[in-house]
């Protein structure tokens, strides 16, 4: 089956808040700790904050069905915390219909669309971008001056991460800042993705291939890749925070909505 998504619109009860918030971040790390097949969940506030649009997207039926497993008892309580109102939008099937019948979920089945590019990040395999795409400049920069760069990363160290895109194959590079493992020939990096409320989707790619390369300095190789979490990712974080104060500011804008996720790059 392909790929499934949901749409959900909550208004919260009033007072409720608070409450709401606690299970925001409950669900986060349930999903990004349990779920395999899930390629977003994300939560948007309104200004008031009296409602919310929550977006999910998984591989497939058995991945939706995964999500419903994990979250189902903090699904329950976030009915106590607002009136919720669901669709779920995708190809139809017997197990799918059987599974919403008698639910309040509506499915909608496709009609007409338009896929655009989602990667953010530079292809090796697709036509050279706007001399003004930042993404590119960087690029060019590390490679031609030896791995240094200027302007935000001025002074940081950053690598190249070579990823493949999940369901299209295609390579894709992307600058990150680091943070090297002095014990080892490891790094760490961070899904910080400036803040915003969902992963960016060189995570997903990661993780899901469970290897990638770099370009570190002037060295390219191969790494397996960890997802780090718990205590562990906690003091990593928190010691790039303490280095770069943005990425203070980016635990700030998600605190709520999603626990910033910290890989370990290892040489193999």
Sequence with gaps: MSELQGISRITLHEGKLGEFERLCARFMETVRTRDTGTLEFAIYFNDDRSECIVLERYED??????????????????LTAGTVTSACLGESSPALKAQLEGSPVQL?????SLEMPVE???????PMP???DWNQQTITEFRANGGRVGGPFEGAPVVLVHHHGRKSGMEYVTPM??????RDDTIYVFASKGGAPSNPDWYYNLTAAGEGSIERGTDTYRVAVRDVTG????RIYDEQARRYPGFAEYERQTAGIRTIPVLELRRV
């Design 108 to 112: 909608f089945t496709p009609y007409l």
């Design 120 to 126: 953010t990040t530079t292809s090796k395999d697709a």
């Design 177 to 182: 800042m680091y943070i090297p493992d002095e």
């Design 61 to 78: 039926f058995e991945a939706l069905m995964q999500h419903g497993a994990n979250v189902g008892e903090l699904a329950q309580e976030l």
């Design 231 to 234: 205590d562990e990712r906690d």
């Design 130 to 132: 706007d001399a003004n």
